[in-house]
């Protein structure tokens, strides 16, 4: 592990004994009162060094405890050149269509375009902006192995990109992208399509790594991959004019500035004035190597272009032209096969726009996986500053390509649902991964800023993690559903169950890590932390439940109780006996957790309102509070909004809020199915002036105070009654555990099921066909997509939900 601070801390034993010493002042031979007195006086700063000692060197220690790596075997064993098939990929989702390695020193490819006519102003694409309004983009199939499609629409072009990645050799194999250009219109309109090459230097220069251009192609070098070649093959159509250029850029983030200042003024006879790439001033500092080499090409559509990347030693020729053609034919075929196998959407009658709109949900779900290598900032109640997590890298799913294009601990616990579905070995290697995050505390970052490129994109205020701050323990219950539904990869001939018997004591001091950190002052009861009350927000924010702004107490407090995070541990408990049953360890304490927190009266004594007949979290709480305009006394800062309390909070259950929390007890399956107060659940529901909408269960409740409410002036809502589909997910989930046991709401449960998938299904549809994107929630008035996109994070869920494969 690298750790970036140098601190003085000495250690802690020894720094004990060294003072410890000096307080063995002796009076044994000397009556002296001067001296005895002397050395009462020596005892006593000895006794205080000591003290200090301790002090300081607890302190340092503490200090270091949340950057400390936990001290267990590494879950993930094999990575990089060790796992050939799935060594090069789409592992950039940031970008419209790049490809690196897993490996933290990957070269890493990319593509960029713009539009010739200055008069389109539209500047170069690059990254996935949401600014750059794209009618559509997204893969169309992606297997996450060996081949992906993708539409990226930008009228007047269309760009379809592929690829397919060849394993062989020694060197991590082969792969070759296509970028295929069309026109939308019949005008044939001249567009700039760039293909580059660059060398990630965010750790610092590396020798060992080169690379150049030469006659048109990219070349270059690095330990792991040798001497690699990448060649632009046009297919078909038509190259009016190439350039390229060898240049240094100090960060993958900055590609496009560094782009942008390498173009010149060329005179052309067709087009006048034309931008070409020219040579790199900053290469004249004898310090900067060449790590970015781009190559311009000016083509008119129908234009079709390989890029061939190969290295030595191949088996076999790299794929381009009719063979690729027919490779990806054949690649697409398979992909259809398999997902009819796994989803079954054409024998359950759905149209082949609606397959067509899952398949796509999925594969983006797929192929917004990313490797990230880097170090988090992290701060501890120990540490003065944020302090450098170790770099470690990271193989995740992404909630959006645009407007998230990092790892988000619970929202993994939801992809790996999808992942699962089609691929339960990539899905335990990206669990793998986020379990090596893991520290000594037993904690996980919920955000993962890993790299330059990811950084970049961060908001300075979210960019360090405290190690008080939890996030829902979906993951856990990710894991304990593949192991029950895919016991058999866990038989102890397969590496899979190698790889859990590593995961486990990470997964138990993670568990162990909520039992402690998260506790309530009720026994039985858990409390989220990091809530704070800053007189602006209208209630303060509970980002680490994951429901950011859902209203809770409105005045945060220790004797405050979350309903949701105790079904959270419940299900959590659940999770660890099911996986130590599996792994043939001990279950009883998790067992013993787990039907202590399922126990209803308990349950009910801390949360159960017989007021209102719901359930809710309990804490100081008022429901007067409202937004008032103050004038600040410095003249220059005008006025502000700040939150006024016109009633004075209560220790209270909050029941005003009535929306997702107060679900949890269903939506994680604590209740039995005999319980009257699921009765309770299920007739709330139903009533649409709640929770109810044609587009799928809303947040909170529309007779909520703070429905549609903003927190801040601003701070639009968020958790306050649009509809999310990761919630949706768990209800139909739990819907169809209770309809299916035998219980006096069996069949109200069935058929709240029916309806609420066929809206939800239902809206998510057609959003996609009126809009192009999957959303990051749907508002609960008109349905309509709202938040980021595309956003194929746990939207995309909807492909399980059209499959009615709900396993937690
Ligand atoms: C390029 O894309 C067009 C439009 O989708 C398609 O008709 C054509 O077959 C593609 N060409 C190649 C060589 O992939």
Redesign the pocket.
Known sequence: MVRHRKTTVPHKHGNINESGSSSGASESSIASRAFHLLSIWKTGVGVMCFIIAVYVGTLGYLETRVNTPLDEEKAVQQSGLAVPERYWGTYRPGVYFGIKSREPRSPVFGMMWYELAASAHKGIRHLCEQNDNLPTYGWLRHDGVNFGEQLVSDPPH?I?TSFITTPGGEYGGQWTA?I?I?ATGKENTPIVLIWYGALDESMGADEHSILWAEYGALRGHTPAIGNFKVHLVP??GKLIHTSFSEAHCSGLHLLKEKFYSLLRVEKHPHFGRLAVLGPDDELNDKEKGINFVPIQMLIET?F?LDVVYSTEGLPSPPLKGDEY?NALEKYKKEFDVKFEKEFNLKKKGYSDQDIKIAKAAMSNMIGGIGYFYGASRVQSQYTKEPVPYWRAPLYTAVPSRSFFPRGFLWDEGFHGLLIGKWSPEIQLDIAAHWLDLINVEGWIPREQILGAEALARVPKEFVVQSNAAANPPMLLLQIAKLVRTKPQMFEHRYASRHTLDRMFPRLQAWYQWFQTTQKGEEPTSYRWRGREDDGLQLNPKTLTSGLDDYPRASHPSDIERHVDLRCWMYAAADAMATIAKVLERDTDKFEAVRDQLGDEDLLNELHWSSHTQTYADYGLHTDGVRFVRQNSKNQQEGSKVVRSVTIAPQPRLVTSAFGYVSLFPMLLKVLKPESEKLGKILEMLDKEELLWSPYGLRSLSKLSPLYMKRNTEHDPPYWRGQVWANINYLALSALQHYARAAGPHGPRARELHRRLRDNLVGNILSEYKRTGYLWEQYSGEDGHGSGCKPFSGWTALVTLIMADEYYL
Do not use: E
Request: neutral net charge; hydrophobic residues 10%.
């Open positions: 269309d379809h296509r295929n069309t297919h078909s129908p079709v053609t």
